[in-house]
T-cell receptor, first 115, second 115 residues
Framework: AQSVTQLDSHVSVSEGTPVLLRCNYSSSYSPSLFWYVQHPNKGLQLLLKYTSAATLVKGINGFEAEFKKSETSFHLTKPSAHMSDAAEYFCVVSDFAGNTGKLIFGQGTTLQVKP | KAGVTQTPRYLIKTRGQQVTLSCSPISGHRSVSWYQQTPGQGLQFLFEYFSETQRNKGNFPGRFSGRQFSNSRSEMNVSTLELGDSALYLC??????????????FGPGTRLTVL
């Protein structure tokens, strides 16, 4: 069965410094992985997705993630944090079994950006 | 293109009542999935509908049900509401292309409060 573990429930960075949000996954086959962001009182917005085309995936707003099969990791990074990046971030794996649309979410990481 | 819309955005009900939530997917999207988000359990998959058929179901009691119409719009119903049903209910739509999992696009959610 697929699962994801977000290693930090809360990350705090200063504006202009790098962001690293960590995610490990478990999957019995080649996974499809996603990062979503949720701002307060908003729905989920897709940041980026990995579907085996390239291990380094670039997303919106300067975020990127690297798929490392040997480490079963899919960490999210950004070179320089902006105040508007403060939000909840979810690492997600698709429970693909015959085209079923079920996503499995990590517990989320709250990113705090200090001025 | 308009995004996923959900109505109503906020709902207050009392225990024992029932509630119906509505979701209109992105035009052309054929799959609709529903998720429940609570502080304690995080984001959990409820069910997915494709071509008016429930294709996958999460681990929720039978009080939670849904349906999909021929125009891909979907509704979910919760009967005999319990306090623990208070949550943000998110709907997501995808193209449901054959051959692999799709990106799911989320609506803003319906905030249900059960008193």
């Amino acid at each position: 069965a697929q699962s994801v573990t977000q290693l930090d429930s809360h990350v705090s960075v200063s504006e202009g410094t790098p962001v690293l949000l960590r995610c490990n996954y478990s999957s019995s086959y080649s996974p499809s992985l996603f990062w979503y962001v949720q701002h307060p009182n908003k729905g989920l917005q897709l940041l980026l997705k990995y579907t085996s085309a390239a291990t380094l995936v670039k997303g919106i707003n300067g975020f990127e993630a690297e798929f490392k099969k040997s480490e079963t990791s899919f960490h999210l990074t950004k070179p320089s944090a902006h105040m508007s990046d403060a939000a909840e971030y979810f690492c997600v794996v698709s429970d693909f079994a015959g085209n079923t649309g079920k996503l499995i979410f990590g517990q989320g990481t709250t990113l705090q950006v200090k001025p | 293109k308009a995004g996923v819309t959900q109505t109503p955005r906020y709902l207050i009900k009392t225990r024992g009542q029932q509630v119906t939530l509505s979701c209109s997917p992105i035009s052309g999207h054929r799959s609709v999935s529903w998720y429940q988000q609570t502080p304690g359990q995080g984001l959990q998959f409820l069910f997915e509908y494709f071509s008016e058929t429930q294709r996958n179901k999460g681990n929720f009691p039978g009080r939670f049900s849904g349906r999909q119409f021929s125009n891909s719009r979907s509704e979910m119903n919760v009967s005999t509401l319990e306090l623990g049903d208070s949550a943000l209910y998110l709907c997501a739509s995808s193209l449901a292309l054959a051959g692999g999992p799709d990106t799911q696009y989320f609506g803003p959610g319906t905030r249900l409060t059960v008193l």
